[in-house]
Structure formats: structure tokens, C-alpha cells
């Protein structure tokens, strides 16, 4: 590919898309710290100015992909979670889980996004990427009041706050490096990696069943 600097607004868009799909390639064979803008203009004979032409930085890339991303993976909730009968919670927490799970990428991407691609990131890209997530509010505040119609917005509110917390932290100790699984070999801390669909169902039993309790 011979870089042309795009001038109009669609040009820009599908060089914006081919810059995305190099930076997936890439998050897709090696570790995020390895990846730099060099490696992903490599891919598409882009120079590190051409990039900077369309975006400042890889963290503002793969914000755009984090809300692709999002995307994909919140047709799937509402495909999978808003029924004609509300789930009750196992099973709802059972079939999130496995919606997470069918979107590896999404997980991977999330659990580097508050404590590095935030961080980093330009403060334009993140304020869409945070005008963004009003439109994902909005869409989990449905799939929650759908099957959750006893718990009031601040309960919601909770639910989506904690949940994703989890959902970082869950992906992050289910998945970990081979390093880190020599090590739990080799060490006395004789420690099994969980599961992540089993693990994270237990995690939003135990938190939707507490926002229960505390109704009581």
C-alpha cells in the first residue's frame, strides 16, 4: 500500500479503519507494551508522521477499537439478555458470562484501559470515548431494569459500576501469562487459575444477591 494523505472525510474514515485493523493485528499476536506506532504504520506502509496525520497516539487507537468493540459485544447483550421473559439470576449472570467470553478482545482491551490506555490517551479522544459511554448506560440500564425491575437507578447504578469492576479483574486472574503460571507451578502458593465464565457468574450471583439483601 502506497500512503496518499486522505482529504476528505470518508478518505479519513477508511484510513482510520486501516489504521484500527493494524493495531488489532498486532494486540492479536504480541503484548500491548510491545506495540508502537512504528509497528502498526509498518503494517500498512504508514511512517509515524502519516499516522499522526489521523490520530496522536496507539492509546487513542485503541480507544476507537475499545468502542467498536463495545459495540459488537452490547448487540450481543440485548440479543441474549432482554427476552420476552426476565432471567432469573443465575441464569442471567451465567449467560452474561458467556456473552463476555465470546469477546476475548473486548475483556483484554478493558482490563489495560483505566491503569494504561486512559492514561495515556489524548483528552479529546477520551471525552468521545466517555460521551460514548452514555450510550452504554443507557443500553445496560434496559438489560438490568428488563430482568431487575425491583431494583431502583441508584441500585442499577451499582450493579454496572461493581460488575465491571469485576468483569477487569476477573478476565485479568483467569488469563494469566506463562510466566505467571510457571510461577504458581513452581512456588508453594499451589494456586489453580479459575475458570472465567464459572468464576464471573459467581461474582454477579453474589453481587446482585447482595443489592437484594440490602433492600431487606
Not at 510461577?183 to 454477579?204: E, G, Q, R, W
Request: with cysteine; net charge positive.
Amino acid at each position: 500500500m502506497t500512503f496518499e494523505r486522505a482529504r476528505s472525510k470518508e478518505n479519513k474514515e477508511i484510513r482510520l479503519k486501516q489504521i484500527k485493523e493494524a493495531a488489532i493485528r498486532l494486540f492479536d499476536k504480541i503484548p500491548y507494551h510491545e506495540i508502537s506506532l512504528s509497528k502498526i504504520g509498518k503494517e500498512i506502509n504508514f511512517t509515524r508522521g502519516n499516522l499522526y496525520k489521523y490520530i496522536s497516539s496507539k492509546e487513542d487507537i485503541y480507544i476507537y477499537i475499545i468502542i467498536d468493540e463495545f459495540k459488537v459485544l452490547l448487540e450481543e447483550m440485548k440479543e441474549e439478555l432482554i427476552l420476552e421473559e426476565k432471567l432469573d439470576t443465575k441464569s442471567f449472570a451465567k449467560k452474561w458470562a458467556m456473552v463476555l467470553n465470546n469477546h476475548p478482545r473486548f475483556l483484554k482491551l478493558v482490563s489495560l484501559l483505566f491503569t494504561i490506555i486512559e492514561q495515556n490517551a489524548h483528552t479529546a479522544i477520551l471525552i468521545t470515548f466517555k460521551n460514548y459511554l452514555v450510550e452504554v448506560n443507557h443500553i445496560m440500564f434496559r438489560i438490568f431494569t428488563h430482568n431487575f425491575p425491583e431494583f431502583t437507578q441508584a441500585e442499577i447504578g451499582k450493579l454496572f459500576d461493581y460488575s465491571f469492576s469485576m468483569i477487569i479483574a476477573r478476565y485479568a486472574i483467569c488469563n494469566p501469562t506463562k510466566n505467571q503460571i510457571e510461577a504458581a507451578k513452581l512456588s508453594n502458593y499451589n494456586y489453580t487459575f479459575p475458570n472465567f465464565v464459572d468464576s464471573m457468574s459467581d461474582a454477579i450471583v453474589l453481587l446482585i444477591n447482595g443489592i437484594k439483601l440490602s433492600k431487606i
